[in-house]
């Protein structure tokens, strides 16, 4: 079964870059098929698909984070992170990586991991 | 692109059904059929519940289904039980390998 955990830093400074990790484990980052992405939440509001990586490399990003966000896989590690640069407080938020595991080609996401929070802040 | 339309929030008795909308436009959910619905409770990580307009994951109760008309898709909850009270978001396909998502509505059951 498959499991993902979000891990970074919980605090990060206006202008720097926000780095997370998702780490997968039960099974392999790089079998065929799979879709990995990012989403976010501010405090008390819906969610925000960041953007996904499919496992040949191809990246996909929200258009209005386009020019910040870089998602990528480490198939040695079994990793998928994700960097947001010049950070504001409007990127403070719960980030979440999900995979699309059990539903292929779907543009939908069956396995998350538990969330991180991250803040922006001074 | 603009997010997906649901109402804030909706209600329904225990064993009554309720029914969310979720209104995007042509380019979105009504040109494709990659609608999909999450679960998700206070404090917790999103749940898919519906995806591809009307599939359920395995291990999704038969009380959830989902289907679409023209440009709105819809989640129905049947028989409604108090685990469901939660929010519950839509997302579609927007063209480009894109995803949009609806502002959520919190189902209250009562």
């Known amino acids: 079964q498959v499991q993902l955990q979000e891990s970074g830093p919980g605090l990060v400074k206006p202008s720097q870059t926000l780095s997370l990790t998702c780490t997968v484990s039960?099974?392999?980052?790089?079998?065929?098929?799979?879709?990995w992405s990012w989403f976010r939440q501010h405090t008390g509001e819906g969610l925000e698909w960041i953007g996904y990586i499919y496992n040949s490399g191809s990246t996909y990003y929200n258009p209005s984070l386009k020019s910040r966000v870089t998602i990528s896989v480490d198939t040695f590690k079994n990793q998928c992170s994700l960097k947001v640069t010049s950070v504001t407080d409007a990127d403070t938020a719960m980030y979440y990586c999900a995979g699309q595991i059990m539903v292929p080609h779907s543009a939908a996401f069956d396995v998350w991991g538990q969330g991180t929070m991250v803040t922006v802040s001074s | 692109q603009s997010a997906l339309t649901q109402p804030p929030s909706a209600s329904g008795s225990p064993g009554h059904s309720v029914t969310i909308s979720c209104t995007g436009a042509?380019?979105?959910?009504?040109?494709?059929?990659?609608v999909s619905w999450y679960q998700q409770h206070p404090g917790k990580a999103p749940k898919l519940m519906i995806y591809?307009?009307?599939k359920r994951p395995s291990g999704v109760p038969d009380r959830f289904s989902g289907s679409k008309s023209a440009n709105t898709a819809s989640l129905t909850v049947s028989g409604l039980q108090a685990e469901d009270e939660a929010d519950y978001y839509c997302t579609s396909s927007a063209g480009g390998n894109t995803l949009l998502f609806g502002g959520g509505t919190k189902l209250t059951v009562l």
């Open positions: 039960g099974g392999s980052i790089s079998s065929g098929g799979y879709y």
């Open positions: 042509s380019s979105d959910v009504g040109g494709f059929q990659y």
């Open positions: 591809e307009v009307s």
